[in-house]
């Protein structure tokens, strides 16, 4: 079973910056892909990045590509969302999730962390 673990939410104003991480354990990550959600109060939980389990390809939805960039380190078995030039509109609630079989870009992964707040002040 793998357990994950969220941090590094908070509140931020407009323009700043802040690093999710999401740590892992009961399993080493090295042969899963990660990926990150966000779910906003009335919206549906949506996929915004994915990492390949070899670090190697990565996806990004149109909402956050060219501002947010996913990483993972294999040594500390922990995934990261580096999230840049944040705007209000990516205030939610924001999940990482694992998976040793989902295709990058999908979102039908196998483990889930319990999420971090993320709010940005206008």
């Known amino acids: 079973q793998v357990q994950l673990v969220e941090s590094g939410g908070g509140l931020v104003q407009a323009g700043g910056s802040l690093r999710l991480s999401c740590a892992a354990s009961g399993r080493t990550l090295s042969n899963y892909a990660m990926g990150w959600f966000r779910q906003a109060p009335g919206k549906k939980r949506e996929l915004i990045a994915g990492?390949?389990?070899?670090?190697?390809?990565?996806y990004y939805s149109d909402s956050v590509k060219g501002r947010f960039t996913i990483s993972r380190d294999k040594t500390k078995n922990t995934g990261y969302l580096e999230m840049n030039s944040l705007k209000p509109e990516d205030s939610a609630v924001y999940y990482c999730a694992a998976s040793n079989n989902v295709p990058l870009g999908r979102s039908e992964y196998d483990y889930w962390g319990q999420g971090t707040q993320v709010t940005v002040s206008s």
């Open positions: 990492i390949a389990w070899n670090g190697g390809r990565t």
